[in-house]
C-alpha cells in the first residue's frame, strides 16, 4: 500500500544516529518535513544525495523544514555516516523496512531498496513524492520547489 498525495502520512516512531527515538508526529504542527527513503550509508549514491541535503541544509530550514533520511542501516552506521559526511540532520534506522512498506516505497530491479522522497506539510500532509534512483540532485531541487509553494 503506497502512501499519496494528499493523504495524511502515516506516523512513525525509530530510532536515530543519536540514540533517541523520533517520531512524525512530534513535527506535526509546527514544520514542514522532507524525509528521505535512500538505500544503504556510504554507498556513492547515497552519500552525493545526503550531501546535497547537507549543502542545502540551511535553504531547508530557512524554508521551515526539517529533512530527515531514513534506510535500514544501524543507529551505528548512521552515527558513522553522518560524522564522516557532517550530516547535521536526522538519520533514522529502519532495519525491519517497517516504514519503508509503511510508505510504500518501491524496489528498483526488485532488489535494490528504493529513493523516494516525500515533502510533507506541517499538518501531516503529503504534499510532494518524488522516485528516481539515480537524479540524486533531483530530490533537493523539486523538495526546495514545493517548499516555496507551500510557503507563498
Not at 32 to 44: A, L, S
Given at each position: 500500500m503506497a502512501v499519496n498525495i494528499g493523504e495524511l502520512a502515516p506516523d512513525f516512531t525509530l530510532p536515530s544516529q543519536k540514540g533517541s527515538q523520533i517520531s512524525l508526529s512530534e513535527y506535526r504542527g509546527k514544520k514542514n518535513v522532507v524525509i528521505y527513503f535512500y538505500p544503504k550509508d556510504d554507498t556513492p549514491g547515497c552519500t552525493a544525495e545526503s550531501c546535497g541535503f547537507r549543502d542545502q541544509y540551511h535553504v531547508f530550514q530557512g524554508a521551515g523544514a526539517e529533512v530527515i533520511g531514513i534506510s535500514a542501516d544501524s543507529p551505528e552506521s548512521h552515527q558513522r555516516f553522518a560524522s564522516?559526511?557532517?550530516?547535521?540532520?536526522?538519520?533514522?534506522?529502519?532495519?525491519?523496512?517497517?516504514?519503508?512498506?509503511?510508505?510504500?516505497?518501491?524496489?528498483?530491479?526488485?532488489?535494490?531498496?528504493?529513493?523516494v522522497t516525500y515533502v510533507i506539510d506541517k499538518n501531516g500532509v503529503i504534499r510532494h513524492i518524488f522516485n528516481s534512483q539515480l537524479d540524486f540532485q533531483g530530490h533537493i531541487n523539486q523538495s526546495l520547489q514545493i517548499l516555496q509553494t507551500l510557503n507563498a
Amino acid at each position: 500500500m503506497a502512501v499519496n498525495i494528499g493523504e495524511l502520512a502515516p506516523d512513525f516512531t525509530l530510532p536515530s544516529q543519536k540514540g533517541s527515538q523520533i517520531s512524525l508526529s512530534e513535527y506535526r504542527g509546527k514544520k514542514n518535513v522532507v524525509i528521505y527513503f535512500y538505500p544503504k550509508d556510504d554507498t556513492p549514491g547515497c552519500t552525493a544525495e545526503s550531501c546535497g541535503f547537507r549543502d542545502q541544509y540551511h535553504v531547508f530550514q530557512g524554508a521551515g523544514a526539517e529533512v530527515i533520511g531514513i534506510s535500514a542501516d544501524s543507529p551505528e552506521s548512521h552515527q558513522r555516516f553522518a560524522s564522516r559526511y557532517q550530516l547535521p540532520f536526522t538519520l533514522l534506522s529502519d532495519t525491519g523496512n517497517r516504514v519503508r512498506k509503511l510508505f510504500g516505497v518501491p524496489s528498483t530491479l526488485g532488489i535494490l531498496p528504493g529513493r523516494v522522497t516525500y515533502v510533507i506539510d506541517k499538518n501531516g500532509v503529503i504534499r510532494h513524492i518524488f522516485n528516481s534512483q539515480l537524479d540524486f540532485q533531483g530530490h533537493i531541487n523539486q523538495s526546495l520547489q514545493i517548499l516555496q509553494t507551500l510557503n507563498a
